[in-house]
């Protein structure tokens, strides 16, 4: 299977895939050429002959085609919080990135979302989100909150896309921050902001940042591969490649894809600044399905203190409730029910007395 980053892609193959590459005639019966038509009893050409018969014009060779992977609409586990806010977010990417054979361009997108009752102008901002060249898939990886409000919100949506290009699949990951807002009626897309990263040149990148990019049980989309290369701080890489060394870890996103500020406020979130990241998974489990008296959660939220991490956001809050000072390192609300936030303050909290 090939990666495509911008203008950078590695070849594909289908077996890596587990795709099917078949042969199919020029009616899509399949098989081979057509075979000459025998000729009548009693005619000329019906007695045998050296020369074989050349093949018929009308059967030109078989095409390949190539299969795109069984795509599934994102579907709530767990403890989803307003789980009719994530569907509708969920429902407009994937309409917008399920692109048909002969679908492809920015008219046939408007005609998708409308279609999926979203509204068409959606793709004004969110253009850089469809693939290079159709037909395409888009499944979901996963849908995270960025922000929860009683009429606003921000989903993350990490999402792995397949399309056929020059006969072969190539495949990458963007994410997508969906915003919505209610109104009456329910949930609606108000906007789309797309993250769409290039691939990361290792050789270029330091070792720091290198050892979180080849850790085979660091899954990161390729937004946050390119801000682990380019913008995350020292103590968030530390921490990173510690975890990993650990466990298994699906990441969300550090910067890229995250709304710019804390949500609902005017401060900027750390995951700005290159000093946070949001992990939707730990060793295979979904943070939402885990019980926030889980002792794998509680064990995992302690290490990343352990690791220095200064504001941990997550299903559980162990120390309590003591704002504004040093002992407050934890904390757990609505928006964090589906992922664990580790972040790094730039200036740290005055210790309680």
């Not at 793709?123 to 979901?140: I, M, Y």
């Not at 956001?313 to 934890?330: I, T, Y």
Request: with cysteine; net charge negative; charged share 20%.
């Amino acid at each position: 299977m090939a990666r495509a980053d911008g203008l950078s892609r590695r070849a594909v193959l289908a077996a890596g895939l587990g795709l099917a590459v078949a042969g199919c005639s020029s009616d899509g019966a399949g098989g081979g050429s057509a075979a000459p038509s025998a000729p009548a009893p009693g005619t000329p050409s019906a007695r045998p002959t050296a020369t074989p018969p050349s093949p018929s014009p009308s059967a030109p060779a078989p095409s390949p085609t190539v299969a795109l992977p069984s795509v599934e609409p994102w579907r709530p586990v767990g403890d989803e919080q307003r789980p009719e806010v994530k569907l509708a977010a969920t429902a407009a990417v994937q309409a917008l990135l399920a692109v048909p054979a002969g679908g492809g361009g920015a008219a046939a997108a408007r005609a998708r979302l409308d279609a999926a009752g979203v509204d068409p102008g959606l793709l004004d901002g969110a253009g850089s989100l469809l693939p290079p060249s159709g037909p395409s898939v888009a499944q979901v990886v996963y849908p995270s909150y960025g922000g929860l409000l009683d009429d606003d919100a921000s989903v993350i949506t990490v999402v792995r896309q397949w399309w056929v290009q020059d006969g072969e699949v190539a495949e990458r990951e963007v994410i997508a921050d969906v915003r919505l807002r209610r109104r009456s009626g329910g949930w609606r897309v108000r906007e789309v902001r797309p993250a769409v990263a290039g691939a990361v040149d290792l050789a270029r990148v330091e070792p720091a940042a290198r050892a979180v990019l080849e850790a085979p049980s660091l899954q990161l989309p390729d937004p946050a591969r390119q801000d682990v290369a380019r913008l995350a701080v020292p103590e968030l890489l530390a921490l990173l490649t510690a975890l990993g060394e650990r466990h298994e870890l699906q990441v969300v996103c550090l910067r890229s894809g995250h709304p710019r500020e804390v949500y609902g406020t005017t401060r900027d979130s750390n995951h700005w600044r290159g000093r946070a990241v949001d992990i939707w998974a730990v060793d295979g489990v979904p943070v939402v399905t885990m019980e926030p008296d889980d002792r794998r959660l509680l064990a995992f939220l302690a290490e990343g203190r352990d690791l220095g991490a200064t504001e941990i956001g997550s299903p559980a809050d162990p120390d309590g409730p003591q704002e504004g000072c040093r002992g407050r390192v934890f904390f757990a609300n609505e928006l964090h029910r589906d992922h664990v936030h580790f972040g790094f303050d730039r200036v740290p909290k005055p210790t309680c007395g």
